[in-house]
C-alpha cells in the first residue's frame, strides 16, 4: 500500500510570506504528526492530530498552524515565514500515538 | 523533562564487523515505548525498531537488536554484519504515548 506522501517535496519563499504543507497519510492510519528537522535543533514536535482533533503541540508559535480533513490529510501552514524556519519538514503516520509511525518523505522548506 | 540523548554524533564500522550505538532518555513514565529510526541521504526516516518499556526481552530484527535497561534509562542499538546499505543517521526515539521524542542522531559510516 501507498506510504506517506508530502508535497511538494521543496519549497523556497520569501521572508514575510506564508507557505502551506500538505500530507497524505497511510490509508487507514488516523494520527498524523508534523515535525520540524534543522541541523541545530535536530527533530522537534510540531503538533498531532487525531481525527481531525488536534490532540498535542510542541513549543512553537502561532505562526505554525494545521488541521487534519476528514479523510486523514493534514496540512500544515506557517505564517509571515522568518528565515529561521528554513527546515526539512516531516510528516508521520500511524494508527495511534503510542505505535510505528511512518514518515514521508519530507519538505524542504528554504526561506530566503 | 521528557529528554532523549545520543552521545555519539559520529560512529565508524567496518563492513561485516558489529557496531553499538548508544541512547539514553529521562522520563517519570513507567509505561512508553522506544525506537530507533534511520534516515538515510534520501531524508526518509525508516524504522528499524521498536521496545515496549514493559517488556523485559530485548528486541530483534534480524541483523538488529536492542539493549534495554529500564532502570538505568538506557537503549542502545547493535547492528551486526554491518552493510553499506547500514550508513545513515540514527535516532533512538521515546514515545509516552502523545508524541516522539528525537535524539539528536548518530551518523554512521560503513568502511568497504
Known amino acids: 500500500k501507498a506510504g506517506v506522501t508530502q508535497t511538494p517535496r521543496y519549497l523556497i519563499k520569501t521572508r514575510g510570506q506564508q507557505v502551506t504543507l500538505s500530507c497524505s497519510p497511510i490509508?487507514?492510519?488516523?494520527?498524523v504528526s508534523w515535525y520540524q528537522q534543522t541541523p541545530g535543533q535536530g527533530l522537534q514536535f510540531l503538533f498531532e492530530y487525531f481525527s481531525e482533533t488536534q490532540r498535542n503541540k510542541g513549543n512553537f508559535p502561532g505562526r505554525f498552524s494545521g488541521r487534519q480533513f476528514s479523510n486523514s490529510r493534514s496540512e500544515m501552514n506557517v505564517s509571515t515565514l522568518e528565515l529561521g524556519d528554513s527546515a526539512l519538514y516531516l510528516c508521520a503516520s500511524s494508527l495511534g500515538m503510542n505505535t510505528e509511525a511512518f514518515f514521508g518523505q519530507g519538505t524542504r522548506l528554504t526561506v530566503v | 523533562a521528557q529528554t532523549v540523548t545520543q552521545s555519539q554524533p559520529e560512529m565508524s564500522v567496518q563492513e561485516a564487523e558489529t557496531v553499538t550505538l548508544s541512547c539514553t532518555y529521562d522520563t517519570s513514565e513507567s509505561d512508553y515505548y522506544l525506537f530507533w529510526y534511520k534516515q538515510p541521504p534520501s531524508r526518509q526516516m525508516i524504522l528499524v525498531i521498536r521496545q515496549e518499556a514493559y517488556k523485559q526481552q530485548n528486541a530483534t530484527e534480524n541483523r538488529f537488536s536492542v539493549n534495554f535497561q529500564k532502570a538505568a534509562k538506557s537503549f542502545s542499538l547493535k547492528i551486526s554484519d554491518s552493510q553499506l546499505g547500514d550508513a545513515a543517521m540514527y535516532f533512538c526515539a521515546y514515545n509516552p504515548g502523545n508524541q516522539f521524542y528525537f535524539g539528536t542522531g548518530t551518523s554512521l559510516t560503513v568502511i568497504p
Open positions: 490509508s487507514g492510519h488516523r494520527s
